[in-house]
């Protein structure tokens, strides 16, 4: 089953999945997927390790998610799905990449697969970035990044069991109501 966390940058988004987390009474594993490679980075890694029981298992994989976890755990805390859509695009060449429609295109599918199977197999609470209500990026890059994050967030959404879109530090749950019919 996936759950889906979504909301902007310091809106409350990782604290809330980890109350989801805490609420299901079972074994958490958080799959971290954020790269420390700089201070600032280090002082959000840092902080997200204080915030998070002692007790929770953690596996720090910025790529290959669905084989860095073991047989057996319960719920799966994924944090976060835009730092390991980033990380892709920098493994495929970052800035200097041409991220043509055709790559793109391959790059959601295999993330969705991915998280797909990982969300098949156990409980997964994915944490990703609301990228719609943002402005939209000056450089090439990093416009690529936000159309292939909201790509990737809309295919999870349809795929997840629950979404929510927290705002202030309030989750507000998202349903399919105002789908279109059929």
């Known amino acids: 089953m996936l759950t889906l966390v979504l909301g902007g940058t310091k809106a409350g988004k990782s604290s809330f999945a980890a109350s989801l987390a805490r609420r299901t009474g079972r074994p958490v594993t958080v799959l971290a997927t954020g790269v420390a490679g700089d201070r600032e980075m ?11 029981p002692v007790h929770w298992a953690v596996v720090e994989e910025p790529l290959e998610i669905g084989r860095a976890l073991t047989p057996g755990p319960d719920v799966v805390l994924l944090d976060s799905v835009d730092s390991w859509l980033f990380n892709h695009m920098e493994r495929l060449g970052g800035s200097e990449a041409e991220f043509t429609p055709g790559l793109c295109e391959e790059l959601v599918e295999a993330c969705d697969r ?11 609470i994915a944490v990703t970035a609301e990228v719609g209500l943002a ?6 890059y990093g416009r690529a990044f936000t159309d292939l994050l909201g790509t990737l967030n809309q295919r999870l959404a349809l795929r997840a069991e629950r979404s929510y879109l927290v705002v202030a530090g309030i989750p507000i749950p998202l349903d399919r109501l105002g789908e279109a019919p059929e």
Do not use: I, M, N, Y
Request: aromatic letters at 0%; zero cysteines; a positive charge.
């Open 42 to 52: 280090r002082l959000r890694v840092e902080a997200h390790r204080r915030d998070r």
């Open 114 to 124: 991915e998280l797909g199977e990982l969300a098949a197999a156990r409980d997964v």
């Open 135 to 140: 402005l939209l990026p000056t450089s090439s």
